[in-house]
């Protein structure tokens, strides 16, 4: 134990849950109960082996290249270095409307670093407000700013990076093509500190999947 502060930045993943319209949630359950276990074991030993059925995109996941391009490295592919134990700099977005620009980033150092956006979306999780297409995302400038900048990852806390309304999802295309992974659905970032922070999101390496729910959290310096 470090003594070093630990912030979970993840959603809980719920029977039923929505993360994003038109999505189906995840379906929870039991592939063997503790009732059904305990005629295996000795009597007073017991256990459950859970089940869950989920598309990849539920609660707080990860968005890797290969979410928007074929040839884009999959959750087994990703570099773990852009995962794990990466310096971390807070974005503070709220207030500065849906269309986050390119100047917010100007204030803060992202190279090298996860910049995880804040816009306070997250206080509608769970409601029907949490998918309204009027979310905060970020504008083509201010993605090719990030992406001119270097950082090794972005993450937000609004329903999509992107506008729902622009089909070209500019957020998504430009920094998965940089190699740049994509945090969505964060939560809590209002307890994070501007900077001296480590960011933490990393999936388990499927082959063949591009996106997945990550456990998203950060140790305060």
């Given at each position: 134990?470090?003594g070093?502060?630990?912030?979970?930045?993840?959603?809980?993943?719920?029977?039923?849950?929505?993360?994003?319209p038109?999505?189906?949630?995840?379906?929870?359950?039991?592939?063997?109960?503790?009732?059904?276990?305990?005629?295996?074991?000795?009597?007073?030993?017991?256990?459950?082996?859970?089940?869950?059925?989920?598309?990849?995109n539920t609660?707080?996941?990860?968005?890797?290249?290969?979410h928007?391009?074929?040839?884009?490295?999959?959750?087994?592919?990703?570099?773990?270095?852009?995962?794990?134990?990466?310096?971390?700099?807070?974005?503070?977005a709220?207030?500065?409307?849906?269309?986050?620009?390119?100047?917010?980033?100007?204030?803060?150092p992202?190279?090298?670093?996860?910049a995880?956006?804040?816009?306070?979306?997250?206080?509608?999780?769970g409601?029907?407000?949490?998918?309204?297409?009027?979310?905060?995302?970020?504008?083509?400038?201010?993605?090719?700013?990030?992406?001119?900048?270097?950082a090794a990852?972005?993450g937000?806390?609004?329903?999509?990076?992107?506008?729902?309304a622009?089909?070209?999802?500019?957020?998504?295309t430009?920094?998965?093509?940089?190699?740049?992974?994509?945090?969505?659905?964060?939560?809590?970032?209002e307890?994070?500190?501007?900077?001296?922070?480590?960011?933490?999101?990393?999936?388990?390496?499927v082959?063949?999947?591009?996106?997945f729910?990550?456990?998203?959290?950060?140790?305060?310096?």
């Amino acid at each position: 134990m470090s003594g070093r502060p630990v912030i979970d930045l993840s959603h809980p993943i719920e029977h039923g849950m929505t993360t994003y319209p038109g999505l189906p949630g995840p379906l929870i359950g039991d592939h063997m109960s503790r009732a059904d276990s305990r005629p295996r074991y000795t009597p007073g030993t017991e256990f459950q082996i859970g089940r869950i059925e989920m598309v990849a995109n539920t609660g707080t996941y990860l968005d890797t290249p290969f979410h928007r391009y074929p040839d884009g490295a999959d959750l087994s592919g990703l570099d773990l270095a852009r995962l794990a134990d990466v310096p971390g700099v807070l974005v503070d977005a709220t207030g500065c409307g849906r269309a986050i620009g390119p100047e917010l980033f100007g204030r803060h150092p992202v190279t090298g670093r996860a910049a995880l956006v804040r816009t306070g979306w997250d206080r509608h999780w769970g409601t029907e407000k949490y998918g309204d297409p009027e979310h905060p995302f970020l504008t083509a400038e201010a993605v090719a700013r990030l992406i001119a900048e270097g950082a090794a990852l972005v993450g937000i806390d609004s329903v999509n990076i992107d506008d729902m309304a622009d089909l070209d999802r500019p957020a998504h295309t430009g920094l998965l093509r940089a190699k740049i992974p994509i945090v969505e659905h964060l939560s809590g970032l209002e307890r994070l500190p501007a900077t001296g922070f480590r960011f933490h999101a990393a999936p388990p390496p499927v082959v063949g999947m591009g996106s997945f729910p990550v456990r998203a959290y950060a140790v305060v310096e």
